[in-house]
């Protein structure tokens, strides 16, 4: 029998095994041998990071070969399913949890408030356990703010080992989205959804969110800045990327949820998760992993929210777009006259400018149709071409750009009303129910 315990610190949860195998000294090609010897004769035994071992096909084979015809238990403590297919396929896999309260005193005797230390209780999980007092008294030193950033900073190292996974340093804060307001509320008021204290108070655990809107209309932002207003680390899962390792999606997935979850609370990213889900020549595997990811959304037990963000509404298949599926889908419209006001002020802010020197409402009435992402790139090009004429940014500069500049919702005009027209009765609108503003008439 063979069972792989998942956890965050191998060597810790091994230290009180009776049946476990030192590595010290010994080579991994000695570890193996011992291994395969003690399976002969029956006995247990327990490895920890026994991935280091088992990296092939042929170790894994002979390792299950001699299994197969032995009565020995064998235990892998491990932090993540790092191991060949036939391993995980043979193994019983169960996640062993620390009790993390053992920490609660050095947390009390930290200097900071209370909620501060709920923060940091929160973020405790994935850390080695032998680390977390040494990291506990270096924030010691530091600032309230200072010491969540140093937390983040540190999970986020631990999480960067994982290859599959992008890990995203997040600055950007709230203020840095324009408009949508009904969009930022929600953010805001889901904020301590994941406490005990709202298990208690009966609050289900949070799965996710999907919004779909009009490219450039500020959803990869979003997902960035709600990392940062709840103090989570931001991770992105980049499924086309599956698709090149050359090996089974449905198992690279698993390993990548695997690791998440070790290291929960965290914010899972999939950007335009259409493209994912529509690869041409993928259609079983599709439709195995898109199985498996419906199931661990309406099933999963750890603090990860789930931020899916997507262009082509029709892309997508309808069995995720299910009720229960998403806490929320939200539409991302165009931003409507006064948005592209406050987004005119934010990036002309962002370089170094006073808005006041502007007429903004002039400047967001000539980009009716507009998105975020093009009335940023205004500003861009306003400053290189005022640069290259020696002069300083003015209102006659980026209106000479606004005018050469065509808005992507010119080509997709189509696309666009075809994404208004489902959003209708079928999503929450990120701004609020306002009357969509249209250049079209949709």
């Given amino acids: ?62 390792f299950l070969d001699t299994l197969g015809n032995s009565r020995s238990d064998v235990t892998f403590y491990s932090r993540e399913l790092d191991f060949p297919t036939t391993i995980i396929r043979y193994a019983s896999i169960e996640a062993s949890r620390p009790d993390l309260s053992v920490f609660d005193n050095e947390i009390d005797a930290l200097g900071f ?17 032998s680390r977390i007092s040494e990291l506990l008294s270096g924030m010691a030193r530091l600032g309230e703010s200072d010491a969540i950033e140093e937390m983040l ?6 999480l960067r080992q994982n290859e599959i996974l992008e890990v995203i340093n997040v600055e950007d804060g709230i203020g840095e989205i324009g408009g949508y307001a009904e969009l930022k509320r929600w953010i805001i008021e889901r904020k301590d959804n994941f406490s005990e204290e709202a298990r208690k108070f009966g609050i289900p655990m949070p799965k996710g969110m999907l919004m779909l809107g009009v490219q450039g209309c500020g959803k990869s932002l979003t997902s960035k800045v709600i990392a940062n207003i709840w103090n989570f680390p931001l991770v992105r899962l980049d499924f086309i990327n599956l698709f ?79 009720k229960g599926r998403f806490d929320e889908i939200f539409f991302v419209d165009l931003p409507s006259k006064t948005e592209r006001e406050e987004i005119f002020r934010i990036h002309i802010s962002k ?46 500069i980026v209106e000479e750009v606004q005018r050469r500049t065509v808005p992507l919702s010119k080509t997709y ?30």
Avoid: H
Wanted: net charge neutral; hydrophobic share 40%.
């Fill in 153 to 158: 900073s540190a999970k986020r190292n631990l």
């Fill in 244 to 322: 090149q390792k050359g090996r089974s999606v449905e198992e690279l997935l698993k390993m990548a949820i695997s690791t998440v979850e070790g290291f929960a609370p965290v914010i899972l990213w999939v950007d335009e998760i259409e493209k994912a889900l529509s690869q041409e020549g993928e259609g079983a595997e599709i439709r195995r992993v898109l199985g498996w990811l419906m199931t661990w959304m309406q099933e999963k037990k750890e603090p990860v929210f789930l931020v899916a963000t997507a262009n082509r509404v029709a892309l997508l298949p309808p069995e995720l777009l299910r």
């Fill in 113 to 129: 408030t209370e909620n501060t230390k709920k923060v940091i209780r929160e973020n405790l999980k994935g850390f080695p356990l």
């Fill in 351 to 396: 370089r170094g400018r006073n808005p006041k020197d502007f007429d903004i409402e002039k400047l967001a009435g000539d980009c009716e149709g507009f998105s975020g992402a093009e009335i940023e790139q205004i500003i861009v090009d306003s400053l290189i071409t005022a640069y290259s004429r020696g002069r300083d940014m003015d209102q006659k």
């Fill in 1 to 62: 029998m063979l069972k792989i315990v998942l956890c965050d610190d191998p060597l810790f949860s091994i230290k009180d095994d009776p049946n476990k195998i030192s590595w010290t000294g010994l080579s991994g090609d000695e570890v193996f041998r011992q291994i395969i010897s003690m399976i002969k004769e029956n006995k247990k035994i327990s490895i920890a990071y026994p991935e280091y071992i088992f990296n092939s096909d042929a170790a894994a084979m002979t």
């Fill in 413 to 442: 005009e189509e696309s666009i009303k075809e994404l208004r027209l489902w959003s209708r009765n079928r999503a929450r609108n990120a701004s609020g129910n306002r009357k969509i503003e249209s250049f079209f008439n949709a």
